[in-house]
Each structure stands twice: as C-alpha cells, then as structure tokens.
C-alpha cells in the first residue's frame, strides 16, 4: 500500500507525544513536522480549521485530529500490535479510564501550578484520589493494557511525566508509598526503548516545566 | 449477547437520551429507572463510584458510564442491528471528532445561556450559533450526519434539541432564524420514533431549568 504518514506535533505537547508513541509501537514510517504554535504552519490551519491544533496525523492526505480519535483510528487502520482489547466491554473499560486521565486528571495537574497554599494541598488530595483510581485499575497486571501494553498505557503517559517533573522541581506529587503499581508500572515501561524516545529529551525539561505553567489549560496549543 | 440491561438516568439529560435513542434503534428491550440526583440510589453510587454520574449502563450486572462509550459499546455489541459507527476507518475517525467536538462545546456553552446575563452570556449565544454552523457544514446535503440513516454523530447532537427551547427563551433568540439547516435536520430525526420517544417535551425542559435557576438563584 502506498502509505503516506505526516504528524504534525510539538515537541512540549503530551498529546502530539501520545500519537508519537503509537506510531512507533506499530512500527509505521512517518514525516513528522515540528509546529510553531505562534505561528502555525498554513497546512495545519487547512487540516485542522475546527481547533487549530496539534496534533493532526495526515494519512495520505487525509487529516485525523484529536489524540484520542487519530489513536483509535490508527488502530484500526494498523492492525499489527493492537491497542485495544477485543472484548466489547474491556474496551468501554479503557475508554473510561483514558477519558478519565484526560478529562479530570490532566486539568487538576495543570490546576497546580496555579495554586499556593491551602488550595495547592487541596489539589493535591484532589490529584491523590484520582491517582487512586489508576493505582487500584493496575491490580493483578503489568500494564494497563494486561500483560501488554495498550490504549491505556499510551493515555497513562503523563504518569511518566508527572514523575520526571518531579524529580526535577522536587515537588513529589507522586510517592512510591502511596503509589506503589503506579511507580512499577513506571519503571517497567522506562525500560521500553519506545517509550524513552517519546519522552522530552533530559535537556529540554526545565523549559517544559516553565512552559506547562504558563499554559494551564493544555500543553498542546 | 441480549441478557440483563438497566439504564440509570435522569429524564432532562441529553446524554441519558443518546442511550435511550441508540438502544431503541436497535430494539433493545431494557429496564429504565430514574435517578434522583439529590439522593442517588446505592446501586449508582456502586455502578459509577469514580464520578457519581447519570447515565449508566448496567449489562449483565457490569457497568458501562460514560455516554460516548456507551453508545459505543451498544454498537459494539449489537453490531448486526441498525450500525450507528461508520465501517470505514476514516468515515469513523472523522464521527468521532465532531462527537468529541460536541461533547467539548455544546453542552457548556448551552449551559452558560440559561445560567448568565449580559456580555457572558452574548458570548455564550454567539459561539453556540457559531458551533451549530460549523455542525451544519458537516452535514451539508445529507439527510442525517450518518448519511441515509442515524448515525453516531446524529445521536450524539439531537438531544440538546430537546434543550432548544430553554436557551432560547433564557437567550432571547430563535435557532431556527440562525441555523434553519439544523432545525430541519432535527425534524426529520424527530420523525423516527426511537428520537421521538427518547426526547422529553421542550416545554417540560424549560420548566425544569426554570425551577434550577430558582435554587440556584440565578435570575
């Protein structure tokens, strides 16, 4: 087939990071082009007119926005090393958790650079109890995709993140006490030489940390 | 495949109706009970402990929340009846971005026009129209979203029809005036059954805002 695969990403971005990943856990050839998000080239404004963001996967000319939707339908297009499970209802189960990560999780994190005080230690009981909910979904498994790694295991990345950052800024949001599968889960896909590429390089950390604190809404633009 | 199927739900909520309406195109027979949202029942608080929410999908005792994934997995597992997810790889890629579109935009900015006033809320009615417009530019001449029949995008939208009526008395503005292709494509969704008997009365809707907005106290 004559395959064509263009991702428009940005390097601070843990969404454009997300799809970055699954392409490389499928093993598919791709152009990747670095975004501007300042000044956002005219072919992602013509791919993505809807939001204007990264990250778009282009498939022979064929624009797929939003991480999650172009995760899906790279799986579906791909079928080598499957992200999603087969049964009807454990892939409702990763789709709950995967939408959990993005839409309650995410934002609380990007809340707590903006806090101080008695309202910083409030969202950290916040982010404490949805740390819970992952920890308690790694019960008995490897990964969250069971014994290999999956959809969830892509969305659940910002976990890596959230460690990395923490040991830089030390401010350990994410304890091993508490968090004991969390912590495994981690070291075991930090062996993975796909993961460690899609990680921001050790350079550029800092500047990462300065630049999500000063975009809570979303790193990706 | 078939077995036990309870939906938790609660009459006003447009994503409660995406599983009614998903379900009864399928003619799936299920067991529907009301939730009282100031007192939930044990089983939602057990069903649903990480968000408490309306509406859940209860098959064969397991729980599905989340009304995206359980329009999804209604599909999934009733694939032979009445398919609302496009085949095609693509055609689905580009279903679920206006759905996530829609889960993004309509619901808060429908919200903020029954509960603001002034500049927030000439905000608030600006973006929606202009939100309805990109969604009409994605049906251009088809008859549904789906193409010929119902499809996942149709589902997801066409219960904030429902909502209509509240935002625009509360917004003092008329959606058909601005977005006529919108209206005539829920009309001819209103005309299937499984829409019609999915959505409430608009007029019961209304009421039912004006009865928050007095707890709330908003004006």
């Given at each position: 087939m004559g395959e064509e695969v263009k991702l428009h990403g940005m390097w601070a971005s843990p969404f454009s990071r997300r799809v970055e990943l699954a392409l490389k856990l499928k093993a598919i050839p791709y152009q990747y082009i670095e975004e501007d998000l300042s000044n956002k080239t005219p072919s992602l404004l013509r791919y993505?007119?809807?939001?204007?963001?990264?990250p778009v996967l282009v498939h022979n000319d064929k624009p797929v926005a939003e991480s999650m939707v172009i995760i899906e339908y790279m799986d579906e297009t791909w079928?080598?090393?499957?992200?999603?499970?087969?049964d009807p209802y454990e892939r409702a189960m990763a789709r709950f958790y995967a939408k959990f990560i993005d839409d309650k999780l995410l934002p609380t994190l990007a809340k707590l650079g903006q806090t101080a005080g008695k309202e910083k230690e409030e969202t950290i009981e916040e982010i404490h109890e949805q740390l819970k909910v992952l920890e308690d979904e790694l019960?008995?498994?490897?990964?969250f995709g069971g014994q290999r790694i999956g959809y969830l295991d892509i969305v659940a990345m910002i976990l890596v993140w959230l460690h990395l950052t923490g040991s830089i800024t030390?401010?350990?949001?994410?304890s091993t006490e508490k968090f004991p599968l969390i912590y495994e889960w981690i070291e075991r896909v930090m062996k993975m030489e796909v993961v460690n590429e899609c990680l921001i390089p050790e350079e550029k950390r800092q500047d990462w940390i300065q630049l999500a604190q000063r975009a809570p809404k979303s790193a990706s633009n | 495949m078939a077995g036990e199927l309870v939906l938790l739900d609660f009459w006003p909520s447009p994503f409660g109706m995406r599983s009614r309406i998903a379900l009864a195109e399928k003619g799936i027979p299920y067991e529907y009970r009301e939730e009282d949202l100031r007192n939930k029942s044990d089983l939602l608080l057990q069903m649903n402990?990480?968000?408490?929410?309306?509406p859940v999908l209860i098959h064969n005792g397991k729980p599905v929340c989340e009304s995206v994934i359980q329009v999804q997995y209604i599909d999934e597992v009733w694939?032979?009846?009445?398919?609302?997810?496009?085949?095609?790889p693509y055609q689905r890629a580009v279903a679920r971005f206006w759905v996530d579109f829609i889960d993004k935009k309509i619901y808060e900015l429908g919200s903020k026009i029954w509960k603001t006033k002034g500049e927030e809320q000439a905000n608030a009615k600006k973006e929606f129209i202009e939100c309805l417009k990109l969604l009409e530019g994605e049906l251009g001449?088809?008859?549904y979203f789906g193409g010929e029949s119902l499809g996942y995008v149709d589902v997801a939208l066409v219960p904030f029809y429902s909502w209509f009526y509240a935002y625009e008395k509360c917004g003092d503005f008329s959606i058909e005036a601005e977005c006529p292709k919108m209206i005539a494509w829920v009309k001819r969704c209103m005309q299937k059954e499984s829409v019609a008997k999915s959505l409430p009365d608009q007029e019961k809707v209304y009421e039912f805002i004006l009865q928050l907005k007095k707890i709330f106290g908003i004006e």
């Open positions: 993505n007119p809807v939001h204007k963001k990264v079928e080598n090393n499957p992200f999603l499970p087969r019960k008995g498994k490897q990964f030390g401010q350990k949001v994410l | 402990p990480v968000h408490k929410k309306i694939h032979d009846k009445a398919p609302l997810i496009p085949s095609d001449d088809k008859t």
